[in-house]
């Protein structure tokens, strides 16, 4: 069973929620979130924005293709991700953006800081970061209800956020094609690489989470709500009192468009727990995307 939890009282501190929180979080690794500072509107905006740009012509998505920068910034085209080797690499396009430090910092040519690309699309740029802010700020309040969830001081993570790695994705599912086969999905069963993800979407169903059961379970939020999940590193960073589960999206007859943000900690922040060898965030993340995105894979 996946929670549904109200946002303002886990940030008012009730302590009935709080304790839906951890068990959600422990449990299943997949939670839903309503309430939040991010109204319906702002998700419909949002996704209106993605619609628009997705809907472009190939020849105008290319200007902004991800696959010549060795990061991940702009769209990435179809089959350009693979995200379980024993499935076909996914059926969806993806428009991926980015917290980016200034030039001259130390760490600005790392691809996780890459500049971000922008198409030329009225409007665009400035829903898509407006929403990023925003998202980013639910993010944080939801870290720290969880780092006191789990026993841990609500201040916690706080200062190993101050330069996330940050990533803001839209993704657009197309119609399921006819030749689609067993392996051919939107996207196939994995774990999300980082800590936190906020999804948003438009409704369409097509996630499913992998139960304790082995049974696939679907996952929808209303307008207004968000998933939660947890990735890898936060479940190496809590000692597994998070847990990061298994999901997938199965391609299904019309279009669909979902929103996550993943919100990753800073690059050099170090998220073993306490008393075991050093994990950089950073390597994780690195070692996690040049697996995953075609283009950064090594030969």
């Known amino acids: 069973m996946i929670p549904t939890l109200d946002m303002s009282r886990l940030l008012a501190g009730e302590q009935t929620e709080i304790e839906r929180l951890r068990l959600g979080a422990q449990e299943t690794g997949f939670l ?22 997705f809907h ?103 200062d190993k956020f101050d330069r996330p790695m940050a990533l803001l994705r839209g993704n657009f599912y197309p119609d399921r094609p006819d030749w689609a086969g067993e392996k051919d999905f939107g996207i196939a069963a994995h774990t999300d690489y980082g800590c936190l993800t906020l999804l948003a979407s438009d409704g369409v169903p097509g996630l499913e989470v992998l139960g304790r059961d082995g049974l696939w379970l679907p996952v929808t939020a209303g307008p207004g709500e968000f998933v939660i999940n947890f990735g890898e590193m936060l479940e190496i960073w809590t000692g597994g009192r998070v847990r990061a589960t298994p999901h997938r999206v199965r391609a299904t007859p019309g279009e669909r468009i979902s929103v996550p943000l993943f919100f990753n900690p800073n690059h050099d922040a170090n998220v073993a727990p306490d008393g075991a060898a050093p994990v950089r965030a950073g390597d994780h993340l690195a070692k996690r995307f040049g697996e995953t995105y075609l283009h950064l894979r090594k030969p």
């Open 56 to 158: 472009l012509p190939e020849a105008e998505k290319r200007r902004v293709d991800m696959s010549g920068t060795g990061a991940n910034r702009g769209w990435g085209a179809p089959l350009s991700e693979q995200v379980d080797p024993e499935a076909n690499p996914d059926l969806k396009e993806v428009f991926d953006c980015g917290f980016q430090l200034p030039a001259g910092d130390p760490l600005a040519d790392l691809p996780v800081y890459a500049p971000n690309l922008w198409p030329d699309l009225p409007g665009f740029r400035t829903t898509v970061q407006g929403y990023y802010r925003a998202a980013c700020g639910v993010a944080m309040d939801l870290l720290r209800v969880i780092a006191a969830a789990i026993g841990e001081n609500q201040a916690y993570f706080d």
């Open 32 to 53: 839903v979130i309503r309430n939040t500072a991010l109204s319906a509107g702002d998700v419909a905006e949002v996704i209106d924005a993605y619609r628009a740009f």
